[in-house]
């Protein structure tokens, strides 16, 4: 797996401040993507926020919506 800045993912802070910042629990943000026809498990939102898993495209869409990041503004600032 190739890794940047040592993590598997450049997403997982930001999941973390997002989902801090709306008071969310792991479990309702892993519930509330479930709306999306997405299932993850707490323990896997756990290994994303802390980048020790890779996050997929169709897994950070649903969270980019439930936690209201902006992608524009804040994914594709990570990237470049």
């Known amino acids: 797996m190739k890794k940047?800045?040592?993590k598997a993912?450049?997403?997982g802070d930001l999941l973390?401040?997002?989902r801090k910042e709306k008071g969310l629990s792991k479990e309702e943000v892993c519930r509330r993507v479930q709306l999306y026809g997405i299932d993850i498990h707490r323990v896997e939102l756990y290994?994303?926020?802390k980048?020790?898993?890779i996050v997929k495209d169709f897994e950070l869409i649903a969270l980019?919506?439930?936690?209201?990041?902006d992608?524009?503004?804040e994914i594709k600032t990570l990237i470049e």
Do not use: A, P
């Open 51 to 53: 980048g020790t898993s």
């Open 16 to 18: 973390t401040k997002y």
């Open 4 to 6: 940047y800045n040592n």
């Open 64 to 69: 980019c919506k439930v936690l209201g990041i």
């Open 71 to 73: 992608y524009d503004k």
């Open 47 to 49: 290994r994303m926020e």
């Open 9 to 11: 993912n450049i997403i």
